[in-house]
T-cell receptor, first 112, second 115 residues
């Protein structure tokens, strides 16, 4: 099966940089995704890493190390609107299809 | 393009009843996945449908079932409801283009309360 671990909560101040780590165990690994979910909202896609290294999309960057089964999401120049839950998710090949297994989420609180 | 839509948005049922939830994917998307989200367990994969066939299934009891129609719309059904089935049920669609990178687009969810 698949399992993912990420911190349950992170607090940071506006304008700062925060890193949310994710370690995973899976077979048939395809890639690591990150999703953001505001309270009462639907998860929205942020980034995807299939290869080792850093992917940058505006203020958000995501990193993957396949050999370490580890990734992180980096949020720069934090804004109050970044307060949300962030989920890492592993995409793995299983039985002819694929499924996304999510971590339990990290609640990010951005303070003034 | 319209996003993923789910109906109903809110539902209250009693134990033992059954419920059917509906999901309309983004136009052109062929894969529909269902997830259950609860505060304690997070987002848990229920099943994935592609071309009217269940392609993947999570670790849920047989009371949870689903289907997909020829227009890619999907329904999930939960029979003999239990209190623990109270959750937000999310549907996500994707192109199923067989590329490694496949973004899933989530609907707003159906919040089910079982009394």
């Amino acid at each position: 099966g698949q399992s993912l671990e990420q911190p349950s909560e992170v607090t940071a101040v506006e304008g700062a940089i925060v890193q949310i780590n994710c370690t995973y165990q899976t077979s048939g690994f395809y890639g690591l995704s990150w999703y953001q979910q505001h309270d009462g909202g639907a998860p929205t896609f942020l980034s995807y890493n299939a290869l080792d290294g850093l992917e940058e999309t505006g203020r958000f960057s995501s990193f993957l190390s396949r050999s370490d089964s580890y990734g992180y999401l980096l949020l720069q120049e934090l804004q109050m609107k970044d307060s949300a839950s962030y989920f890492c998710a592993v995409r793995a090949i299983t039985g002819g299809g694929n499924k996304l297994t999510f971590g339990t989420g990290t609640q990010l609180k951005v303070e003034l | 393009k319209a996003g993923v839509t789910q109906t109903p948005r809110y539902l209250i049922k009693t134990r033992g009843q059954q419920v059917t939830l509906s999901c309309s994917p983004i136009s052109g998307h062929r894969s529909v996945s269902w997830y259950q989200q609860t505060p304690g367990q997070g987002l848990q994969f229920l099943f994935e449908y592609f071309s009217e066939t269940q392609r993947n299934k999570g670790n849920f009891p047989g009371r949870f079932s689903g289907r997909q129609f020829s227009n890619s719309r999907s329904e999930m059904n939960v029979s003999t409801l239990e209190l623990g089935d109270s959750a937000l049920y999310l549907c996500a669609s994707s192109l199923a283009s067989n590329r490694a990178q496949e973004t899933q687009y989530f609907g707003p969810g159906t919040r089910l309360l079982v009394l």
